[in-house]
């Protein structure tokens, strides 16, 4: 018990003291800066790592790290509570992704194997033969397998790649019939691997998606009209193959126990 005729502390709690810092792979990304920007937000120590910082960000406490050579990983590694491993590349997965995370996991058993590893994948990489969903699943199988402790949480698609989805092309958009979305806020997502990394005692699998479910065309819809543009005429295509079939079949879509939230989609679209 404090001693009422002690003098007053002058500093009696300094967020972030104490606790140890968060690695964040991939921390250039979309889903990497938003991770970065919420663990400075709720003043936990974090750790971003890319494969090329520049000297602004060496100085600013980045480290240098490439997943795919597993360089720079012990360092990386060092003292850290919990990995948030958002790295990925879908032009080079089967190097970054699962490569990637094999030698991510290899290093943390070696160097620090009670930090938890947060791995972030997609909605639907089991059901849909698309090559880089297999390589988020072949990635996904690594993690449950992991001697580390780890937890898996799978999104949907972000608020950007929809839209970019959505661009027309010479005034026509071109969408499978039937394709539908839950697109999610990035920030969002960030705040629930963050609470991920920090929780006592988190679930191994987690989902999360945006609040709202829109077809394509309710999607090119909307956007034309926030951005104050005529509705593009769209072309429906068929689902041809294997991979456009799944999406066509809701492959990309949240299951009945997914967390939603953040900002919708419209909402997003309005900050622009």
Not at 123 to 141: C, H, I, Q, S, T
Request: aromatic share 6%.
């Amino acid at each position: 018990m404090t001693d009422p005729t002690d003098t007053p502390s002058l500093v009696t709690y300094v967020p972030g003291l104490g606790r140890r810092p968060i690695l964040v792979t991939g921390a250039s990304g979309i889903l990497g800066g938003a991770v970065v920007g919420e663990l400075a937000a709720s003043h936990t120590p974090v750790r971003p790592a890319g494969r090329c910082p520049d000297a602004a960000q060496l100085a600013d406490g980045w480290v240098s790290a490439d997943l795919a050579l597993g360089t720079g990983l012990e360092t990386a590694l060092n003292d850290v509570a919990a990995v948030i491993h958002c790295a990925t590349d879908p032009s080079d997965a089967q190097r970054v992704d699962v490569d990637g995370t094999r030698n991510l996991i290899a290093a943390m058993q070696r160097h620090n194997p009670a930090a938890r590893l947060v791995h972030v994948s997609i909605v639907g990489v089991f059901d849909n033969p698309l090559p880089y969903y297999r390589a988020k699943a072949d990635a996904e199988r690594l993690v449950y397998d992991a001697p580390v402790p780890h937890v898996v949480a799978r999104a949907t698609q972000f608020h950007s790649f929809v839209h970019d989805l959505l661009r027309p092309r010479a005034g026509v958009t071109m969408g499978v019939s039937g394709l539908r979305f839950a697109p999610i806020d990035p920030h969002w997502l960030a705040a629930r691997l963050v609470d991920l990394a920090l929780a006592e005692d988190p679930p191994e699998l987690s989902q999360y998606a945006g609040p709202e479910t829109f077809t394509f065309q309710e999607l090119a819809a909307l956007t034309a009209h926030v951005e104050g543009r005529r509705t593009p005429f769209r072309l429906p295509a068929p689902a041809i193959g294997a991979t456009l079939r799944a999406f066509r079949d809701g492959s990309n879509l949240p299951g009945p126990t997914a967390q939603r939230g953040g900002s919708t989609y419209a909402e997003w679209l309005a900050s622009r």
